[in-house]
């Protein structure tokens, strides 16, 4: 029976039809061997445009669909469906990119045309040569993997909990809480931080739906959407959990030392004991301490010396030959909530972090500043005394070509809060130096207009220097900021007592690795890149892998928080729908083709394809195959093909291309 | 008239696609040689696909995958690495420039990249000038050219030994 192709050609209002003539494509298709109609509209994806192929299909005058719009990626999907219900199996639908590969990135011009022509062409060939599908149906496990303790995978794990889900929250620290639980207040309502976030953490503790992995890691991801096998690395914490109470009697003896107990204030911030078996704060969930195997004094070396937590232990909970342990289980679907680190502002010398005293990050201010830290709350210079005269460099390491291009979001704003904080503590001047003045959040404005009445020295200007030397003596001693007052004109020499880099938020050292190990990818800002920057912020292109927080960007409390919830709830429709289709396009063995090599066994990363002893030939796991069709490619035979990437169908897509050259090839179809 | 050559392109559907289509959204400009086809891997792209490419009429084939360690597929990369190599290994013996073959990791969010890449390849494809692949095939495969190939086939031997 003949084929017969309907062409649609998308205008896409102007971005599309503004570059590439339609007419002209329009009469071209036309002319394409099988095509039996085409049809061209203003926008293909609306719902008149769907329906102009539903209704042909449904008519019966095409038995094969190509829309040349935009790209796959956006909407091949949304025709599949259209083209499902005009009755057809949705895999006999193909696409031209027009848009994203052509209209959008050349001049406007015959080459433009002519590609749009060749595309169309191409998939024409191919469409010729498609064959029907059928899609697979699997299971969801109801189960969850949250990867991140902070506040973002804390939200998305009660969410999901509450909603009578299991969940298994896993965490890399000793304690869940993440950055936030080292904040003290929270901007712009100062809010104490503690306060709003030691109940959830409680809750996260006691929830019997959610599994607490701590002090754990990610160490494979395998399966796909509503099956994924993950293997997670709990370290040794050296504490058993079971037994301890939390009572602390280790740490009031513990002789070693995490944090220096010599030194100046600064480099004994600390929020939990300084010991070597410690707490990383008092509000750790769980509340069971954790020995640093580097500075434990018995575990440091063999010989063994001390073991004093051991003996102070009522419980015997301590255990020094506790190993690191491989934990596997099942999930359904992934949010990944890893979170952030602050940038390192040592490499950017002239601020002289690492080489001044009193030049700070804003995570040792938020520690000093932390009433359960090792300062009490106080706001001290390195010796002790209180400073009277502080200030703020806002953009260390963002919006800086040489480190991070991006705005990290947060730092206008607790620059401010930490000015009020200061004016609040000590009598201490307060400069904040800063490019502009970015409060864009609900009360932030506000937040900063207060701020300026509270007698604040706001410099509009890039740092360009921290220095030590003085050019006079007002100077000596002191830390002088160096700043060209941009809104006076001039450069201006500031002396001051304390210096706080406002770090800016990046990408977690670790995030690659999980990121990889979940099947996602980042981008070249280090975060991970969403599905659609606009719609499909909160999901990947990797189905059943969520994000939240700022894993995917920086971004403050609030934000995080509504996207936790937003994780959970695109979870919690995948658990409800307790099914999913996934994709038909796999691998599939010929076996009168099949040689019995075993080539194809060792090149699938999924062990998919598996020999079959008793036949002789290599067998394709449909449920583990992902269609990347590196067996494909590999087969010496030629036995294994990829459903929907066929050899005669990529063939036919290059004879597409040069179809209207001299040369012409025709692939036919099988039989 | 210059010469404006055509070009294939394999993309990965994971990252160099998605990279091409973001140089798309980022309206960046490059050159309208380039005819792309998306596979989901480059681990799929099968040496026969470029032949056949050059053979159709391309005057050169870029195929671009995921960086290494970015694969969607782990690995398929590095296969598709092992097997451009070896391609180009082959092409000289056939009379055709290896350079005529590129290989590129464009990830995702490389959209100014993919730019560049078709650019440049491009400008140095239209610097090689035209292949006629089939031309010359048709031409070295008919009986009188014998003598012809056999040189052709030491040339390209030397030119691989040195």
């Given at each position: 029976?003949?084929v017969?192709i309907?062409v ?6 102007t971005n599309?039809?503004?570059k590439?003539?339609?007419?002209e494509?329009?009469?071209?298709a ?5 095509v039996?109609?085409?049809?061209d509209?203003?926008?293909m994806?609306?719902d008149?445009?769907?329906a102009l192929?539903?209704?042909d ?7 094969r669909v190509?829309?040349a ?9 949304t025709?599949r ?8 199996n ?7 990119n027009?848009?994203?590969?052509c ?9 433009t045309?002519d ?9 024409v060939?191919?469409a010729?040569l498609l ?8 299971p ?24 009578g889900?299991q969940?298994v929250?896993?965490?890399?620290e ?8 080292k904040?003290d207040?929270?901007?712009?309502t100062?809010?104490?931080s503690?306060c ?5 953490m ?7 739906n ?6 754990s890691e ?7 959407v509503g ?9 040794a914490?050296?504490?058993?959990e ?10 009031e003896k ?11 204030v600064?480099e004994?911030l600390?929020l939990?004991?300084?010991?070597s078996?410690y707490?990383?704060f ?5 509340a ?6 580097q500075?434990?004094l ?11 937590c051991a003996?102070?232990c ?8 506790m ?15 890893s979170?952030f680190q602050t ?5 950017i010398k002239?601020?002289g972090?690492d080489r ?5 990050t ?7 500043n932390?009433?359960?830290?090792s300062?009490g709350g106080k ?9 009277e ?8 390491g963002?919006?800086d070509?040489n ?7 947060v ?16 009598n ?8 502009d003045?970015?409060?864009?959040g609900?009360?932030?404005?506000e937040?900063?207009d207060?701020?300026?009445t509270?007698?604040?020295r706001?410099v509009?200007?890039k740092v ?6 003085a ?12 700043v060209?007052d941009t809104?006076?004109?001039s450069?201006?020499r500031i002396?001051?007592d304390m210096v706080i880099?406002?770090t800016?938020l990046?990408a977690?050292?670790?995030l ?5 190990k979940?099947?996602v990818?980042?981008?070249s800002?280090?975060?991970?890149i969403?599905?659609?920057?606009k719609?499909?912020?909160v ?9 939240a ?7 403050d409390?609030p ?6 919830s937003?994780a ?5 429709s995948m658990?409800?729908?307790e099914?999913?289709e996934?994709e038909a396009?796999?691998?599939?063995v010929n ?12 090149l699938?990363p999924?062990l ?6 008793e036949?002789?030939v290599?067998?394709?796991n449909?449920?583990l195959?992902k269609?990347?069709?590196?067996c ?23 004879e ?9 090839t025709?692939?036919?179809?099988k039989? | 008239m210059t010469?404006?050559p055509?070009?294939?392109?394999f993309?990965?559907n ?6 091409a ?5 980022s309206?960046i ?5 380039i005819?792309s086809?998306?596979?989901?891997c ?6 026969t696909?470029?032949v056949?490419?050059?053979?159709e009429?391309a005057?050169?084939?870029?195929i ?7 694969c969607?597929y782990?690995e ?8 451009y190599?070896?391609?180009?290994m082959?092409l ?5 420039e290896p350079?005529?073959?590129r ?5 995702a969010?490389e ?11 491009t400008?140095q494809?239209?610097d090689?000038g ?10 070295i495969?008919?009986?009188?050219a014998?003598?012809e ?6 040339e390209s031997?030397?030119?691989?030994e040195?």
């Amino acid at each position: 029976m003949a084929v017969r192709i309907g062409v649609y050609i998308c205008h896409c209002g102007t971005n599309i039809a503004g570059k590439v003539d339609i007419d002209e494509v329009v009469e071209f298709a036309r002319g394409l061997e099988n095509v039996s109609l085409v049809k061209d509209y203003k926008f293909m994806c609306s719902d008149p445009g769907q329906a102009l192929l539903q209704k042909d299909v449904e008519d019966g005058l095409i038995d094969r669909v190509v829309v040349a719009s935009c790209s796959p990626l956006m909407h091949e999907n949304t025709f599949r469906k259209a083209t499902e219900r005009g009755g057809l199996n949705p895999y006999l639908f193909t696409m031209a990119n027009i848009r994203e590969q052509c209209s959008w990135v050349h001049l406007d011009g015959a080459e433009t045309t002519d590609k749009a022509k060749d595309l169309i062409a191409a998939a024409v060939r191919r469409a010729f040569l498609l064959e029907p599908l059928t899609k697979r149906e699997v299971p969801i496990n109801p189960r969850t993997l949250v990867i991140g303790g902070g506040i973002a995978g804390i939200q998305a794990a009660l969410d999901l909990a509450e909603a009578g889900k299991q969940v298994v929250l896993v965490e890399r620290e000793p304690s869940i809480g993440g950055h936030m639980a080292k904040f003290d207040k929270t901007f712009p309502t100062l809010d104490c931080s503690a306060c709003i976030l030691t109940p959830r953490m409680v809750s996260v503790g006691q929830h019997p739906n959610i599994e607490l992995m701590t002090y754990s890691e990610i160490e494979e991801v395998g399966g796909y959407v509503g099956n994924f096998n993950v293997t997670v690395r709990k370290k040794a914490r050296y504490v058993d959990e079971q037994l301890c109470n939390g009572c602390g009697a280790c740490w009031e003896k513990c002789p070693g030392t995490r944090v220096p107990r010599k030194g100046n204030v600064h480099e004994k911030l600390s929020l939990g004991p300084t010991t070597s078996i410690y707490m990383p704060f008092m509000q750790a969930v769980p509340a069971i301490p954790v020995i640093d195997a580097q500075t434990c004094l018995y575990l440091k070396d063999d010989q063994h010396k001390c073991g004093l937590c051991a003996k102070e232990c009522e419980r015997d909970a301590i255990n020094y030959d506790m190993e690191d342990e491989s934990v596997e289980f099942e999930v359904g679907n992934i949010i990944i909530a890893s979170g952030f680190q602050t940038f390192d502002p040592s490499v950017i010398k002239r601020y002289g972090y690492d080489r001044l005293d009193n030049v700070i990050t804003a995570l040792q201010f938020e520690i000093m500043n932390c009433a359960s830290g090792s300062t009490g709350g106080k706001i001290q210079k390195a010796d002790g005394s209180e400073p009277e005269a502080i200030g703020i460099v806002h953009c260390v390491g963002s919006r800086d070509e040489n480190y991070h291009e991006y705005c990290s979001r947060v730092c206008c704003m607790y620059s401010l809060k930490y000015s009020h904080l200061i004016k609040e503590k000590t009598n201490a001047e307060v400069y904040q130096f800063y490019i502009d003045m970015r409060c864009f959040g609900k009360g932030y404005e506000e937040f900063y207009d207060r701020l300026l009445t509270e007698d604040v020295r706001f410099v509009r200007g890039k740092v360009a220097e921290v220095t030590d030397v003085a050019m006079n003596e007002a100077e000596e001693g002191k830390l002088i900021v160096r700043v060209e007052d941009t809104l006076l004109g001039s450069v201006r020499r500031i002396p001051l007592d304390m210096v706080i880099l406002s770090t800016g938020l990046e990408a977690h050292h670790s995030l690659k690795d999980v990121a990889n190990k979940c099947n996602v990818s980042v981008g070249s800002d280090g975060f991970i890149i969403e599905k659609h920057p606009k719609l499909g912020p909160v999901a990947t292109a990797t189905d059943g892998v969520f994000l939240a927080g700022a894993c995917q960007s920086p971004k403050d409390i609030p934000d995080t928080v509504a996207q936790a919830s937003a994780a959970s709830s695109a979870v919690l429709s995948m658990i409800t729908r307790e099914k999913i289709e996934i994709e038909a396009a796999t691998a599939e063995v010929n076996e009168d083709k099949c040689s019995g090599c075993k080539l194809c066994n060792t090149l699938c990363p999924y062990l998919a394809v598996k020999f079959d002893e008793e036949k002789g030939v290599s067998v394709v796991n449909e449920a583990l195959c992902k269609g990347c069709g590196t067996c494909v490619a590999g087969c010496p035979s030629g036995a294994i093909s990829a459903k929907h990437f066929e050899d005669r169908q990529i063939f036919a897509e290059i004879e597409g291309i040069f179809s209207g050259l001299e040369y012409k090839t025709v692939s036919k179809p099988k039989g | 008239m210059t010469f404006e050559p055509k070009i294939v392109g394999f993309l990965c559907n994971w990252c160099s696609y998605t990279g091409a289509d973001l140089a798309g959204t980022s309206r960046i400009k490059y050159s309208p040689n380039i005819r792309s086809i998306r596979v989901m891997c480059s681990g799929r792209i099968e040496p026969t696909f470029i032949v056949k490419a050059l053979y159709e009429g391309a005057d050169g084939v870029l195929i671009a995958g995921c960086h290494p360690g970015d694969c969607h597929y782990q690995e398929g990369n590095y296969k598709a690495l092992r097997r451009y190599r070896m391609l180009r290994m082959i092409l000289p013996g056939f009379g055709i420039e290896p350079e005529r073959v590129r290989l590129e990791w464009v990830a995702a969010s490389e959209g100014e990249r993919f730019a560049n890449v078709v650019d440049e390849f491009t400008d140095q494809i239209r610097d090689l000038g035209p292949l006629k692949v089939r031309d010359s095939l048709e031409r070295i495969l008919s009986e009188d050219a014998i003598p012809e190939l056999e040189e052709a086939m030491e040339e390209s031997g030397d030119a691989n030994e040195a």
